[in-house]
């Protein structure tokens, strides 16, 4: 069984969603330190001159875990998201598909990053047709860190494969993963070309962007970037 480890991401993008496709279980690493500026509380939507980010505001304290991270709802940050849905994709293919699913959502009181994250991931993880089981890696109380983490993370859902990211060898120590008899292998990506629904191509947006603009084809062209 192979498996995939990353942290939730909020509206993550197409090579997320490709890591997910390729493995049997992709586990929510939920329980690690939260690092601000990176994914887990924004990402890009394409837009007429070119992108824009969508952020969730949020509260925390140096050393906090993702999953205890919670979100500034003193500020409009839903309202703005969804406009900004609005604003960018009602001339997309498959606005009207999607579009009811996020009005609802925003209309949520969200409390956690990880909430929402979850809520989203799991969304566009059916509305793409992936299948893989997601587990949430603070459901199986590991205390480990680094590489034996994610070892013990393999061993826990008795995986045989650990599929890294591009960016792996930054971080992972791959003779560890053979010592104990878990292959590796690196996710190779290489972004796909679609039509979206400004001219142009703008790539690294959210999934949503290939969602509102490719439909039922999305899932199609994710795997036409997979080397």
């Not at 997910?20 to 690690?32: E, G, T």
């Not at 969730?56 to 406009?83: A, C, M, Y």
């Not at 591009?166 to 560890?176: F, P």
Request: glycine share 4%; charged share 30%; with cysteine.
């Amino acid at each position: 069984m192979k498996i995939a480890i990353h942290q939730p991401q909020y509206l993550p993008w197409l090579g997320y969603f490709d890591k997910m496709d390729n493995s049997d279980v992709f586990v929510l690493l939920d329980d690690v330190q939260y690092k601000k500026n990176e994914w887990q509380n924004r990402n890009k939507i394409r837009t007429a001159p070119s992108w824009q980010w969508l952020t969730v505001p949020v509260i925390f304290e140096h050393g906090q875990k993702i999953n205890e991270i919670t979100i500034d709802n003193h500020r409009d940050w839903r309202s703005k998201h969804l406009r900004s849905f609005e604003m960018n994709y009602s001339r997309s293919p498959y606005y009207e598909d999607h579009i009811g699913f996020f009005r609802d959502s925003y209309t949520k009181d969200w409390n956690l990053l990880v909430d929402i994250n979850d809520y989203f991931i799991e969304y566009l993880k059916k509305a793409l047709g992936i299948n893989t089981e997601l587990v949430k890696a603070s459901s199986l109380k590991i205390t480990s860190t680094g590489t034996e983490r994610l070892i013990d993370i393999c061993k826990v859902l008795k995986a045989d494969t650990y599929l890294a990211g591009s960016g792996s060898a930054d971080y992972m120590d791959a003779e560890l993963f053979k010592k104990n008899g878990i292959k590796t292998e690196v996710q190779e990506f290489s972004h796909p070309k679609y039509k979206q629904v400004f001219a142009g191509f703008e790539p690294y947006m959210s999934a949503v962007d290939l969602l509102f603009s490719s439909g039922k084809d999305s899932l199609k062209i994710i795997r036409e970037g997979r080397k």
